[in-house]
């Protein structure tokens, strides 16, 4: 891990009344830069060439005289051949001469590698450095070590094929889309031999899976993405916020489910079985009777990361969950930064998070209203890893 001194050092040299926010321009960049521009900040996106018009021509900021932003909400983009050259020293270099504030979001991560993040991303970044690692399934001290660590009830794993007794979710990675799931459902362990082959032979997952697989049981019930905030700042009200839920549409999961039973029982004889790829988000409320374990789980996790992960999670999280038919949370994964269906709330807030600062108030809003508070206080070094 990056010295933290290292990374003090270069927040020094900042002119944080020129503070602006930056981000990988992917994932929930859109959510992260609208809530900078309505706190007051300007914007860059970190993109890469080909995937950059979005940000670089799309929603471009446009601003009246006054620096009020009347249309879109990047104000600039930094454009690479590839995502992972924004580790090289002189563009580290050129991103903080401009004083950016950089928000982590999984494609940081997923295209630089964590270990680059964490020992040569020098760029003081919002958030918690040291927590990103968690998010790799198979790690040490992954985000499963903690829910147990924290007694958070998460799907039983399943420890080998042979043990398949029920319907179980196999979780790897896709051999392609590196990004994406590779995700399958099987009852017993020759169902397992008989779709792992097929998604083997159609290039979904490769020959070795099993070595990076998690296989634990299926949860039938909703699926909620339950958004958080968690302020190291704030000294009147609950440090934990309740921002909102988000679910996932799923390609091509979500249309096979739309099929009459027997025609996905046909596609299945044909071997073609569905993917879990996310395409997009909806947004969610809880019954009110449901809030009260949400907080809990939340402030487990967030006891347990202050334990074992020094200082604990700082600003947004997600907790993704299915709820089962005694309307008891299972937590199948865990976001430690900006979640990836934040975008569903952004300039229109999240339902939790509008009811409690009577606004409109996204996760990238709380993000950068903690932001601003952090500099106008004199304590950005509490947010800042």
């Keep these: 891990m990056i010295d933290r001194d290292t990374v003090l050092r270069n927040l020094e040299k900042y002119d944080l009344s020129k503070a602006e926010i930056g981000v990988i321009g992917s994932h929930s960049a859109l959510d992260t830069c609208d809530g900078a521009v309505s706190e007051g900040f300007k914007t860059v996106a970190v993109c890469q060439k080909g995937r950059d018009r979005t940000f670089k021509n799309y929603f471009k900021a446009q601003r009246n005289a006054d620096g009020e932003v009347v249309r879109g909400v990047v ?22 001469s401009r004083n ?13 590698g964590i270990d680059a ?5 020098a760029v003081p970044m919002v958030g918690s450095r040291n927590l990103l690692r968690s998010e790799e399934r198979g790690d040490e001290k992954d985000y499963y070590w903690i829910l147990e660590k924290a007694g958070l009830p998460y799907p039983k ?19 392609e889309k590196k990004l994406e799931r590779g995700f399958f459902t099987v009852k017993d362990y020759d169902q397992f ?17 099993i070595k990076e697989a998690r296989m634990e049981e299926y949860i039938i019930g909703p699926v909620f993405n339950l958004d958080f905030f968690y302020s190291p700042l704030e000294e009147k009200g609950e440090k934990l916020e309740f921002m909102g839920v988000d679910w ?14 027997k025609q996905q029982v046909e596609l299945e004889e044909m071997g073609i079985i569905p993917e879990y ?41 997600c907790l993704q969950t299915c ?46 209203m903690e932001i601003r508070r952090a500099i106008e206080q004199e304590r950005i070094e509490e947010i800042i890893t």
């Design 323 to 368: 709820v089962d038919k005694d309307l008891n949370f299972k937590i199948y994964d865990v976001a430690p930064r900006i979640g990836g269906g934040t975008n569903v709330h952004m300039s229109v807030g999240h339902p939790y998070g509008n009811t409690l600062w009577r606004k409109e108030m996204s996760t990238g809003r709380r993000l950068a």
């Design 100 to 112: 950016i504030l950089f928000v982590p979001n999984r494609s940081l991560v997923a295209y630089c």
């Design 117 to 121: 993040i964490e020992d040569e991303f």
């Design 248 to 261: 996932r549409f799923e390609s091509s999961l979500d249309g096979y489910a739309r099929l009459p039973g």
């Design 277 to 317: 790829t996310v395409c997009g988000h909806n947004s969610a409320t809880l019954r009110e009777s449901l809030l009260d374990k949400a907080f809990g789980l939340a402030e487990k996790y967030i006891e347990a990361t202050k334990k074992y992960y020094d200082p604990g999670i700082i600003g947004p999280f």
């Design 193 to 209: 031999v008989s779709k792992s082959n097929e998604l083997i032979s159609q290039g979904v997952i490769e020959k070795d899976f």
């Design 75 to 96: 104000d600039d983009t930094i454009v690479l051949d590839k995502f992972k050259h924004i580790l090289r020293p002189e563009i580290q270099k050129d991103i903080m």
């Design 157 to 175: 794993k399943v420890e080998k094929p042979e043990d398949i007794d029920g319907l179980t979710i196999v979780k790897v990675h896709h051999k």
